[in-house]
């Protein structure tokens, strides 16, 4: 399907004709279409996190938060210059809270996810509901929550952000607004979302009002134990070692409908076999240090660095000590439309 035809000059006067009338010959474009394997326009890339960090503080230091509103430094694929994304479905970036500081608070159609890396007492306020964080912690903000942050502590508070922004943006559909307010009211106290479904209880009168988790904060001490656990009782996957995935406790399904986030311990020593799926990844090293070959290429990272594998790339990944990884992607679509494909171990 990716041979084109021969041209003559029959041929493109004929092109030119129906250019004219905003027409085009499928035949010319039909490989680039429909190519016999994923062609994504991102490339395998790293973000080490220490050269970031210091360039996102920096930022603190020339622009205010409430001038930038988010004061976010976007992690833009190199292969991908001028979408401010890392991957051709979701988007990513690295953001700060200073000491001292808060955010206004707003809403958008976009969901959004935070994997926090540092943080002593910084919080994050979703629908009336505040949660501290804690590095490793995955929180997230559902579609058209308000939503702010805040830091009341001596240091800064640093995220790794992913949002489906591409896909909403791709349908058209991207809404937001500040709140009326400026900051939304607490209308619940901490912890009310965790006692109420995280338990594994529900409601007795609980139905589901989306499909998002009506859980927003995964404590990483939490799920980290549950990968020793696994570790300990249980055999190693070859290409993942203890690979989880978050979930949606009312329904079982991703956190999101748009975003599946996962976490995976590689022992000491680890070498995995190659892998790839159709999702476009991006992980961030929550602990350890270790190599990960990606399409060919190997990217050395340590703790809190950023790593990014296109859609059906192989990767492997080697880990020096114990390592965890955590990572998200686009795999809920994929799912949910019957596209999503994996190989492994693949070659």
């Known amino acids: 399907m990716e041979l084109k035809p021969e041209t003559s000059a029959e041929r493109r006067e004929y092109y030119h004709r129906l250019e004219l009338k905003h027409a085009a010959p499928l035949w010319e474009v039909l490989g680039d279409l429909i190519p016999s394997q994923p062609r994504p326009p991102a490339s395998p890339a790293l973000w080490r ?96 929550t308000y939503h702010d942050h805040g830091n009341p502590g001596d240091t800064p508070v640093i995220w790794l952000d992913g949002l489906d922004i591409p896909i909403v943006n791709l349908l058209g559909a991207s809404f937001a607004e500040p709140h009326p307010r400026g900051l939304q009211p607490m209308t619940r106290k901490e912890g009310d979302a965790s006692a109420r479904y995280s338990q594994n209880l529900l409601p007795v009168d609980y139905t589901p009002g989306r499909s998002t988790t009506p859980v927003f904060n995964y404590p990483y001490a939490r799920s980290r134990e549950a990968l020793d656990w696994l570790y300990r009782n249980s055999p190693l996957d070859a290409c993942h070692g203890i690979k989880m995935q978050y979930s949606n406790p009312a329904t079982g399904g991703s956190p999101m409908p748009t975003i599946g986030a996962f976490l995976q311990l590689l022992p000491a020593g680890f070498r995995g076999s190659a892998y790839r799926s159709t999702d476009a990844t991006v992980y961030c090293a929550a602990e350890g240090a270790g190599t990960s070959r990606i399409g060919g290429t190997a990217f050395e990272w340590r703790k809190n660095d950023v790593f990014v594998v296109p859609s059906w790339c192989p990767v492997s990944h080697q880990a020096i000590g114990e390592a965890v990884l955590f990572s998200f992607s686009d795999r809920p679509v994929h799912k949910a439309l019957g596209l999503w494909r994996e190989e492994a171990p693949c070659v």
């Open 49 to 144: 996190y220490q050269e970031m960090r210091a360039l996102l503080l920096e930022a603190g230091s020339l622009i205010t938060a409430k001038e930038a509103e988010r004061r976010v430094l976007i992690l833009e694929n190199p292969s991908m210059t001028g979408t401010s994304l890392i991957t051709q479905s979701v988007y990513a970036g690295l953001q700060l809270v200073d000491p001292g500081e808060t955010t206004t608070t707003h809403r958008h159609v976009t969901a959004a996810l935070r994997f926090v890396i540092e943080s002593d007492r910084g919080y994050t306020a979703v629908d009336g509901e505040r949660t501290t964080m804690h590095p490793g912690d995955f929180v997230i903000t559902p579609s058209w």
